[in-house]
């Protein structure tokens, strides 16, 4: 009999992960004595009735690398130790059933996970690790804010989205002589929002890693707008706020899920200039998921392949409760414990800043 091994997607999808999936299968197609299986929904296709499994054959992934999403679908609600469950009343709770989860994974002779996703799903990799799961991990996150990983797959395809974004919003705003504010996607990290910003030419820059003054801001626009060119773009990270501000988010009500849904600082910036007495027309756009969606860039799928490859590598040398990682330019394996205690955020010394700074971008402080 074979050796089964099974492949989970976790947490928001991002572009690659189809790739990693595509190099994992094939990896192990080279092999004669393991098959592969996908958990449709991270873990709920197991933890379900029926169970919800399918095969992944070389057949099956063929190609699949160019395409966007999860061929097995994900979720970022829920996951084996924080199950919703509802009660009598119609209210929610939720339950551990880690201990169910490894019990079925015996049940169906699976001796190994590769558990593909973000800061959210390695925790849950890291707990069923503790628990005596044979797991894997892999980073994934648009977010980028995975540590002792240079890069997370699907960060670099975010921000060409974000780069063309404001390769865009630069021809309107000078058109119309405007002040266009572009709201991107990052969590509590401005990855996403600073790189888009030097590669795009920003004139401001808001990370969560910086609190921003809104008076330096406004002087920053007005010195753009007046020196000259009328227009000014400035990129802001949701995560951003002001000195001594809060981010903008909204509580989740649904069991299971994200307790804080970020977004809208784009919208509250423009207030707060308008407030702070900036002259300019302004207006705003949020990005959101379009950063997730669509075909990973070149970068990312050779990331993912990377990193499905050496998953697969892991999985044979048996280096449970690790995580892929790219050190430049190796693919390594690190404890997924020490991934997951620290968010990576921008340093405010890096070479990232002051490349930023030396060019004159604002960021706010
Ligand atoms: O973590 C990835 C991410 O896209 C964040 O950048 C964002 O805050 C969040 O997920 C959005 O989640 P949802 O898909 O639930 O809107």
Same mark, same amino acid.
């Given at each position: 009999m074979k050796k089964r091994l099974l492949i989970a997607t976790g947490g928001g999808d991002c572009p690659g992960l189809n790739a990693v999936i595509r190099a994992i299968v094939k990896r192990a197609a080279r092999e004669e004595d393991w098959e592969v299986l996908g958990s449709i929904d991270a873990f709920n296709g197991i933890l379900l009735d029926p169970m919800h499994l399918v095969e992944l054959t070389e057949e099956r992934v063929a190609g699949i690398h160019v395409q966007g999403g999860t061929i097995i679908?994900?979720?970022?609600?829920?996951?084996?130790?924080?199950?919703?469950? !509802?009660?009598?009343?119609?209210?929610?709770?939720?339950?551990?059933?880690?201990?169910?989860?490894?019990?079925?994974?015996?049940?169906?002779?699976?001796?190994?996970?590769?558990?593909?996703?973000?800061?959210?799903?390695? %925790?849950?990799?890291?707990?069923?690790?503790e628990k005596g799961c044979n797991i894997i991990g892999v980073p994934?996150?648009?977010?980028?804010?995975?540590?002792?990983?240079?890069f997370t797959f699907g960060f670099q395809t975010a921000v060409d989205v974000a780069t063309d974004a404001v390769d865009k919003l630069v021809t309107t705003a000078a058109s119309h002589h405007r002040v266009l504010i572009l709201e991107v996607m990052g969590r509590y990290a401005g990855w996403?929002?600073?790189h888009a910003a030097i590669a795009g030419g920003a004139e401001?820059?808001?990370?969560?890693?910086?609190?921003?003054?809104?008076?330096?801001?406004?002087?920053?626009?007005?010195?753009?707008? !007046?020196?000259?060119?009328?227009?000014?773009?400035?990129?802001?990270?949701?995560g951003a706020r002001q000195v001594d501000g809060e981010m903008e988010f909204v509580e989740s009500e649904t069991p299971g899920a994200m307790k804080i849904?970020?977004?809208?600082?784009?919208? %509250?910036?423009?207030?707060?200039?308008?407030?702070?007495?900036?002259?300019?027309?302004?207006?705003?756009?949020?990005?959101?998921?379009?950063?997730?969606g669509g075909r990973p860039n070149a970068f990312d799928r050779l990331l993912a392949s990377q990193f499905g490859v050496k998953a697969f590598e892991m999985v044979l040398?048996? !280096?449970?409760?690790?995580?892929?990682?790219?050190?430049?330019?190796?693919?390594?394996?690190?404890?997924? !414990?020490?991934?997951? %205690?620290?968010?990576?955020?921008?340093?405010l010394d890096s070479d990232l800043v002051k490349t930023a700074r030396g060019m004159g971008m604002s960021l706010g402080d």
């Open positions: 679908g994900t979720t970022n609600k829920g996951g084996p130790f924080e199950w919703p469950v !509802k009660n009598q009343d119609g209210s929610w709770t939720t339950v551990d059933r880690s201990n169910d989860l490894l019990e079925r994974l015996r049940y169906q002779n699976i001796e190994a996970v590769i558990n593909i996703g973000g800061d959210g799903s390695q %925790r849950i990799s890291q707990g069923l690790f994934k996150t648009i977010d980028n804010d995975l540590s002792d990983t240079d996403i929002a600073l401001v820059c808001l990370i969560p890693e910086i609190p921003y003054n809104i008076h330096k801001v406004v002087e920053a626009i007005n010195h753009r707008v !007046k020196s000259g060119s009328g227009f000014a773009i400035v990129v802001i990270a949701e849904k970020l977004g809208g600082a784009g919208l %509250r910036l423009s207030h707060e200039l308008k407030e702070a007495g900036c002259q300019a027309e302004i207006r705003e756009t949020i990005l959101g998921h379009l950063q997730r040398e048996q !280096k449970w409760g690790h995580m892929v990682a790219y050190r430049h330019p190796d693919i390594i394996a690190v404890p997924i !414990k020490d991934a997951i %205690r620290n968010y990576n955020l921008i340093e």
